[in-house]
């Protein structure tokens, strides 16, 4: 069905693993929609359903769901998803969830035709970038150092935005 073949797709763009609040958010449908539209995949053995998350069972049919939206449109799809996913992130715990918003954001960008949105996509990364403090990544790093590079490639070419001093290489 057409509406299980879009919330797989849906699921795809969100990673191996998404939390079936997440699959309702971003398909705009209620959670409990999301177990009947996903029923068939679940039974079918292409996706399992455990502790509140769908789990595509191989890479493979991750993949075969993604490939499902047009080329063309998956870098709106997931600029759709960073912004769903922002709006409805509390700005307090927005800090737990940074990494799944970037993501989006940033393989959403070719769709970003906004200079304040791509400086709000910056910022995003900077915030991604500034790992917390006694954290694994406080010593080697290297993801940080990633979403810093990353937001500052996403600015738009203004010096004076505040967000590219920070973000600029070391």
């Not at 080329?71 to 715990?93: K, M």
């Amino acid at each position: 069905p057409v509406a299980a073949r879009e919330a797989l797709g849906q699921m795809a763009c969100l990673g191996t693993v998404a939390e079936v609040r997440t699959v309702a958010l971003v398909s705009g449908i209620s959670e409990d929609e999301v177990h009947v539209t996903l029923r068939d995949a679940v039974e079918g053995g292409l996706i399992l359903y455990a502790d509140g998350a769908f789990i595509f069972t191989h890479d493979r049919v991750q993949e075969a769901a993604y490939a499902s939206i047009p080329e063309s449109e998956r870098a709106s799809a997931h600029l759709r998803i960073g912004r769903v996913l922002l709006s409805l992130t509390p700005t307090g715990e927005r800090e737990e969830s940074i990494f799944e918003i970037v993501n989006q954001f940033h393989r959403g960008m070719p769709a970003i035709d906004s200079a304040a949105e791509r400086e709000l996509v910056s910022e995003l990364h900077l915030v991604a970038g500034k790992p917390a403090a006694g954290s694994r990544e406080q010593h080697d790093g290297a993801p940080a150092a990633g979403m810093r590079r990353s937001g500052h490639e996403v600015l738009p070419f203004r010096d004076e935005a505040p967000a590219r001093v920070a973000l600029a290489p070391p």
